[in-house]
């Protein structure tokens, strides 16, 4: 795997940031989680007067060979459909792009079908279409690994090459979404493999399954784990991933360790992508300091995951729609932090009494 040169935030200017955070007409602690989001962009920023430029939003999209075992309620013509409906402006994903002034791109990565895109999206907001295709879809991974070496770079570098346009176009605040019909297979076992969680514990319904289906869902997904580990002697981390993920959710990883390269706010979003920053963290872990988690969704095993991870959900709306949606939900608790530490006034200009 190509390297990615993420460095930990530096944290010597937090004592400056909470001496600012703490001298502002309020107060000390009274703002709560915005003071920690406020830190946090802070020192991915470095500096006492963050600020959020050009925010983008990425969907990569791409199927799933696991769809082909009746693990989704979906079917899989859904993946171009939905596609297709982003572009023309339809998607939740593009009315809360349009909501928080987010320039929105959707990228094929790997979708069975050839998209035929609508140019000319509707409503307010910019709407980019990009065709990166590596495959119609990943290969099965109950049988076989899902994509191959070559076929992982690839998607990394996608992932890669979209952060690294967002960046010059000036961005600074980056939210990535999917859209994959079956892709909560894949990041049910990861949070299994890599958190160590107990597999019926990260299944859940996914689009909507029932007990029976959820049922039929975790004995894919165990026969799947039995062929992975009779193989998996000497797999690193890379080999581990590669072996169930999507194109769409391996181009979000390459995403997010990128935009972490370029010091970048990430904002997560639910059960995918929580399990995409997972992987990237495997593979980086200072890829974490940059991670706004965005929501807990509702899809069963996520709060879970969030735990393990030690993450901090800023929303609980019972979302699993998936998109990027939550995260882009959460945008505005980002930019309130963001605004408390440029727009509010200090004791001493204020003329208040600091009584602590």
């Not at 996914?206 to 797999?235: C, M, P, T």
Request: with cysteine; charged share 20%; aromatic share 6%.
């Amino acid at each position: 795997m190509k390297e990615f040169n993420i460095q930990p935030v530096d944290r010597a200017l937090q004592a400056a940031i909470q001496q600012k955070i703490d001298n502002l007409n309020k107060p000390k602690g009274s703002l709560g989680r915005l003071e920690e989001l406020a830190m946090q962009v802070c020192l991915i920023q470095q500096t006492l007067t963050p600020e959020l430029r050009q925010p983008a939003h990425i969907l990569f999209g791409g199927d799933h060979g696991i769809e082909r075992e009746g693990v989704s309620l979906s079917p899989r013509e859904v993946t171009w459909q939905q596609m297709i409906n982003y572009t023309r402006g339809g998607g939740g994903v593009n009315m809360f792009c349009r909501q928080h002034g987010f320039k929105l791109r959707i990228v094929d990565v790997g979708v069975d079908y050839s998209l035929t895109p609508d140019p000319s999206p509707k409503g307010e907001g910019s709407v980019v279409f990009l065709d990166r295709k590596i495959a119609r879809g990943t290969k099965n991974f109950l049988y076989e690994p899902a994509m191959t070496a070559e076929e992982w770079e690839r998607a990394l570098t996608v992932g890669r090459e979209q952060v690294d346009a967002c960046y010059a176009e000036g961005s600074n605040v980056l939210c990535l979404g999917e859209m994959g019909i079956g892709n909560t297979s894949p990041s049910s076992v990861l949070m299994h493999l890599l958190l160590g969680i107990p597999l019926p514990q990260c299944v859940g319904a996914g689009s909507g399954l029932d007990a029976a289906g959820i049922s039929h869902k975790l004995n894919v997904l165990s026969q799947a784990l039995e062929h992975y580990r009779a193989v998996s002697e000497g797999f690193t981390a890379a080999d581990t991933i590669r072996y169930f993920v999507g194109f769409e959710m391996a181009a979000a990883i390459g995403a997010m360790l990128r935009a972490a390269e370029l010091r970048m706010v990430i904002l997560v979003d639910g059960f995918i992508m929580t399990a995409c920053m997972l992987a990237a963290q495997q593979l980086c872990p200072a890829v974490r300091d940059y991670a706004i988690f965005g929501h807990c969704g509702d899809e069963g095993g996520h709060h879970l995951m969030l735990n393990a991870m030690n993450a901090k959900p800023l929303l609980r709306l019972n979302m699993r729609l998936g998109e990027g949606t939550g995260a882009l939900c959460a945008f505005p608790i980002v930019d309130s932090a963001v605004r408390m530490m440029n727009e509010m006034n200090n004791f001493e200009n204020a003329k208040i009494t600091k009584y602590f």
